[in-house]
């Protein structure tokens, strides 16, 4: 079975200070993860994707996560927040091959963002 | 130009009353899923098409039953609707299946509530 763990319901950081959101993932077989993020009364929309190679990972937004194998973690990270950050983001993990494709999502976490 | 939308944004209704949320994707994916995010934004799976051919059904209750015309299409037909039903349902769509490094992409979302 595959399952994703974002430990903080909410992450409160000041503007222009670093940020990060953390994800921890258990798969069977080798992990696809994915970070997405949801602002309110919206659908999800794709942040970033770590599928192989370097385990730091740029996306959308200034926004970059590190795959860290060892730990099997995949943190959110952004040098300089802004407040339009404000939003819930979702880490998500996809054990590759098997489950039919199925994504599993984590709890999300509330990020927000003081001027 | 949408790439997955999804109808009717919002639904409300009496218990008791079978209602439909409709969903197209113009990206050319094969496959389609439904997700449900409850109260407490927790996401998740519902079903799962590819290429009109049902891959997952995450124990949902048969009243519950989804229809896929075609693979741009897949629609979600509620009987009997309970006020546990209530939730916001989204659809989302990727490219592949247990390989694909494809990620979601999610409709606005269908807002029902049962009353």
């Known amino acids: 079975a595959q399952s994703v763990a974002q430990p903080e319901d909410q992450v409160n950081v000041a503007e222009g200070n670093p940020l990060t959101v953390k994800c921890t993932y258990s798969?069977?077989?080798?992990?696809?993860l994915f970070w997405y993020v949801q602002y309110p009364n919206r659908g999800l929309q794709f942040l970033l994707k770590y599928i192989t190679g370097d385990n730091l990972v740029k996306g959308s937004y200034g926004f970059e996560a590190e795959f860290n194998k060892s730990q099997t973690s995949f943190h959110l990270k952004k040098p300089s927040a802004l407040v339009s950050d404000s939003a819930l983001y979702f880490c998500?993990?996809?054990?590759?091959?098997?489950?039919?494709?199925?994504?599993?999502f984590g709890d999300g976490t509330t990020l927000t963002v003081k001027p | 130009d949408t790439a997955v939308s999804q109808t009717p944004k919002y639904l409300v209704t009496q218990m008791g009353n079978d209602k439909s949320i409709k969903c197209e994707q113009n990206?050319?994916?094969?496959?389609m899923y439904w997700y449900k995010q409850d109260s407490k934004k927790f996401l998740k799976i519902m079903f799962s098409y590819n290429n009109k051919e049902l891959i997952i059904n995450e124990t949902v209750p048969n009243r519950f039953s989804p229809k896929s015309p075609d693979k741009a299409h897949l629609n979600l037909h509620i009987n009997s609707l309970e006020l546990g039903d209530s939730a916001v349902y989204f659809c989302a769509s990727s490219q592949g299946l247990a390989f694909s490094t494809g990620e979601l992409f999610f409709g606005e979302g269908s807002r029902l509530t049962v009353l």
């Open positions: 990206l050319g994916h094969d496959t």
């Open positions: 798969v069977s077989g080798n992990p696809y």
């Open positions: 998500a993990v996809r054990d590759v091959g098997t489950n039919a494709g199925k994504s599993t």
